[in-house]
């Protein structure tokens, strides 16, 4: 027998060990083809999406790239772990370590090869499934399956020089490997001690992390997206290294509790597992809590695509100051367009006129109670009726209608000198909020004839016109006013600072910017989301066995003790917990400090309230790890009776 057929008879012979390694480098290859697929597409290049497609794909790939190179050079470690008595009997019986470096490499690069190979074939017989899924989502006339040699090349070179890299790390390790530590079966490298002052300050870290995301707001969420994560990760590493052994000393002093049945071996063998496993636990950590973000994400996107058409009730806005020259010309294309369409349509003009208001001195923008009138009339919305010198809040979001309801406010218009009292609030969104200011109000026709001093305010805009188009079916009016969107999206992309005379805005367009977005989004987030949750999962499933046959050997001499099937049941389920949902806990719980951050800043910014979505999410999460749970606990049982 040659050394090459040692080295796969061995990776077979030991499959088991080897099984979860494959699995989730197998899921990993797999996934990565399916992003290759779609990113190299003709279609997704040449489509509507363009550059945003191809960059989505891109980032996601580079993620998939940065982590599965971790995920198989943290899964060859654990394995070297779990074969040490396995790599000590060959070195008694004579085997020098620059072979035992060979062999693991010829095993590593076996099983590279296997799982890149199965992964790309089994990706592209999904493909045509995987682009049919895609098709639907992005609503494409046909996205086609095709045959191109990039995606192969690309993902078998990834992974293949994942894996070279990963083996030739291996073969530099083993000749450090300590012959009696193999024998004995102790873990490399584990040490017993703590520090006090770094368990403290992994706990003021984290507190701190949490501090800023509570206090973070739009202003300063650029600051604290950077502070946050390091803050947080620095905190969680010392936590699992250090702070966590302080809390379990805590319990150990708690007689009446310790001594009680068998929890002395429980928190004893917890403290070995956890002080052997921190580095481990640290990392699953990070892992889960990255995959309960981009759940947020998802669940931000998806709330706010379902609220679109009711954020945005018109179909259409033109929007251009008083001297606009293009102003006609435009209107009337868009116009002329609707109707050789067939969509049927009420278009509203508007005079907006800028004050400034004594109460806040800040700016108000005044609207005509007659012009919101028509627009309500098209709507099929109660119209309204102000008296001389009352007004009425125009609101931004449904948050605003809670506020505002109650609110009085008596203020002067101060170029105008004209005293109103604001104390209602139209109790339903009626213009878009990127249209209108915050501080929107309507006042009576009387009222309003008498604005005949604009506001004075260097490189402001008094007044201007506003065209409200609204649309039953603005969804299918996506490609109207196709020219002087273009016109505004160059201008956009060629001048920092906007300096045209209207602004320009196709709700169907945008919504179908954003659909695709977050279809493409939800493609790529669950894939990744799902190679994250099954790697964080496969960290701990790899410690386990990496410990296998010290367990059984702990369990065998207990139960020659005399403890009962039930018992042994019990202090298992108390071994494996901690290990499964401590990592995963403090991942909710980072993650829960994170969305309070989000939730400020798109309550600010785009008026959105996901609270539940957020919590459905945590909740799936809940029961799928816990589901996880028992099959582990379920196999590992059975493993230790073997």
Known sequence: MTFQQFAYRNVFRNFRNYAAFFMASFFSVFVFFLYSMLMFHPQMENGFLGEASIVGMIFAQVILVLFSWFFIFYSMKAFLEARSKEFAILLHLGMEKQQLGKLVFLETMIIGTLSSVSGILFGFIFSKFFLMIVREFLDLEELPLYVSWAPFLLTFSVFMGAFMVIAIGSIMYTPNLQLNALLKGRPIGVSERYSKRRAILG?????????????????????????????????????????????????????????????????????????????????????????????????????????????????????????????????????????????????????????????????????????????????????????????????????????????????????????????????????????????????????????????????????????????????????????????????YVKNANYSLPFYFENTGLNYSYILAMYSLFTIVGVLVVIVFLLAAGSFIYFKLYANLERERQQFAVLKRMGLTDAEQKRLITRHLAPQFFLPWGIALLHSAFAFVALQSVLKDVMNLIIVKEIIVAFGVFACVQILYFYMIRWRYIAHVKD
């Open 203 to 491: 706990l003021v870290l984290i507190g701190i992390g949490y501090i800023f995301c509570v206090i973070t707001t739009k202003t300063t969420l650029f600051t604290f997206t950077l502070l946050i994560p390091i803050v947080v990760t620095f905190g969680t590493f010392y936590f699992f290294t250090d702070s966590v052994f302080i809390l379990l000393n805590l319990i150990k002093r708690q007689k009446s509790f310790y001594w009680h049945k068998a929890r002395m071996l429980s928190v004893a063998e917890q403290m070995y597992t956890l002080r052997q496993n921190a580095k481990m636990s640290f990392v699953v950590t990070i892992v889960s809590m990255l995959a309960f973000l981009c759940v947020v994400l998802l669940a931000a996107l998806s709330s706010y695509t379902a609220q679109y058409d009711k954020l945005n009730p018109l179909g259409i806005v033109y929007k251009g100051h008083i001297d606009n020259p293009y102003e006609t010309e435009h209107v009337l294309s868009i116009m002329t367009e609707l109707e050789e369409q067939g969509f049927s349509y009420r278009v509203t003009r508007f005079q907006v006129i800028k004050q400034t208001s004594l109460e806040t001195s800040n700016e108000v923008e005044v609207f005509r109670e007659t012009d919101v009138n028509r627009m309500l009339f098209s709507y099929g919305l109660p119209l309204i009726r102000l008296d001389s010198g009352k007004g009425m809040f125009i609101p931004y979001s449904e948050e605003s209608i809670k506020t505002l309801k109650n609110k009085t406010v008596n203020t002067v218009l101060m170029e105008n000198n004209i005293p109103i009292t604001i104390d209602r609030v139209y109790p339903e969104i009626i213009f878009p909020t990127s249209i209108i200011s915050r501080n929107s109000i309507i006042i009576s026709d009387e009222d309003f004839r008498l604005l005949t001093k604009p506001l004075d305010v260097p490189n402001e805009v008094p007044s201007y016109h506003l065209f409200a188009f609204d649309i039953p079916h603005w969804i299918e009016a996506k490609g109207i006013g196709w020219s002087i969107q273009q016109i505004v999206a160059q201008e």
